[in-house]
């Protein structure tokens, strides 16, 4: 796919994966590109977090990004911090910036030391091109395949998004990393605002195992390149991409076979309705009915129950693959057509509170044996 | 187990469970028992659960209990609603004693009606004796085994407790009804808040799949009968007992084979280091590993991260099966011998945050491809 304009970016290997593919990706954009970051809030936040944000307070621009997969550099003490700090200093150095022009991230095992030393003898093989396929594999960890989403506004700027979700092959590789990049220019005054709302409307409506990683982040980098743009286009554009890598990244959780959406409408306001579309898609007995082809709606009951969100369980409704199964009360309905429908690639839950005009959207994924081996079956 | 003095209990077969096994219990105690009540947050409580809400709110006492299990009478409309009045009114008929005296639970499959008529036609055959055994037998859905605990005080009186935890091979089964009994006479004014406390520290640190059900319910019953009592002495029992049948309950837990301890100190308070505990024992990432006897700590510092307790990655200690693995950072050990050390019956792990003076512990049990298997294979 093609990067928006300002930006290059390339890929190598480093051999920190043992499987010797592509672990180094890097990203440059042209000088005065602003930024808008978020970041996990787990206390034991990595040192390119830490970094992060302290980059973030100081700097409104940003030229550079740099990712390691296969070791997330964390739990890694001091040495952490230097390590996090050499991994900036050797990007900016091939990229032809400063360190403090460069964002770090790392994703992989926990509690090892970074070996900055092969990132050091191989970021020199890294070649930058305006194409983004090679950063976008080489910041996989287990995931089994790349995402990537585009939209294109009127008048030519782009909106390119790239992810990485939720394998875990290895012990803690459940970051998320999502970087979206375009070439508008944009109102440097609402973009954190505006990029919070979207990535809570999308990536933080993900959940694969409600388990928080300590590197995830979701960064926004506008160039500028491609002159200004209508503003609800442009955000509509980048909640679509946000929205289209976030689908992704939980139909590729962890032993996924099936994604799992819940569209929750009716609710007392957003924030309760994306609490209880989180809550269903969270569940493990909803995870495990669906994986089993059960179209068991007390379990989706229960979860709006517990979610926080307000509804009369006299009042809700709950329609699963297009068939109304719950309105005020058990609704009869051919079970065995059902179930046979859930059998898609996609199982669908809409759920309408009549509280008010709240809506929010979620997304996970089948509990599977797959996930439990793929969790149990390694031995350190 | 004997029950306290002023107590007696006893059983029956009504047919709502398909197996025929005993799903009727009652329980009768000496009028002016005093009574201490806590159910559910969900807001899809269950008929019983709203009755026993509007009880608590204008009885001090309390005569009778009946509890239905295999059905649990929630999501049933106006008709649930009128089910579980009759329920009570059976089960006053047969105590000898008024509707408002008795309390009812109901635990089972949601969205069936209640088949009231069944009960009618059984509960004659419920033989009162001051043995407690089958209630905690026909209390049961697919707990694998009764839960029960005893405590004697000095001076003799003593706290009998008896609950059902949190198999669901039928769906949403996850109910927990917990039931501690004594025949010492206790202080009206303190009981509902000391019950509270020992709640919060016991039952509600137990975690199985996160899943909080319609019909949990914790109730303290005290006869009397015995006399008073020293009430430190009283109340360490109590949690004594509430503690002993939270780990029975996470033992028990779908699928498991492992029960897992967590306990956490050095937290800045005990609401903290409550949380922490139930961070790590509701991870699925840990639980998973503690499956595969896979000492990663990765995993807990993850859960802890994200548990809102406040701690310095620097200085956190972890230990596991009596084994240092983190101490402000990794600590080196034998891997293999602590991967054995794991297969054992209870994986336990201790904290020390190094915030103050907080404690907390939680229960729960591995994940297994058995949780999976059970939860998605059935078909309804």
Known sequence: MRLPEGFTAGAAASSIKPSGRPDLALLKVEPGALWAYLATTNRAAAPCV???RALYQKRKTISGLVVNSGNANCATGERGMRDDARLAELAAGFLGVRADDVLTASTGVIGVPLPVAKIE?????VELTGEIDGFAEAIL??????????????????VVGVAKGSGMIHPDMA????YVLTDARVDAGELHGRWREVVNSTFNQVSVDRDTSTNDMAVLLASGA?????????WEAVRAVARELARQIAADGEGAEKLITVRVSGAADDGEARRAARAVVAS??????VHGNDPNWGRILVALGYSGARFD?????IVLQDTLIYRGGAVPFNGVALSQAMQAGEVRVEVELHEGAGRGEAWGCDLTEGYVKIN???TT
């Open 175 to 178: 970051t998320m990393l999502a």
């Open 141 to 158: 960890t287990t995931d089994t395949r790349v995402k990537l989403s585009e939209r294109t506004l009127p008048g030519g700027a782009r």
């Open 50 to 52: 830490l970094r992060g």
């Open 284 to 289: 493990s007995l909803w995870k495990a009915a």
């Open 376 to 378: 149990a079956e390694y």
């Open 226 to 234: 491609a002159g200004a743009v209508d503003p609800g286009a442009f």
């Open 121 to 125: 003898e191989s970021i020199a093989a």
């Open 313 to 317: 369980i006299g009042r809700l409704e």
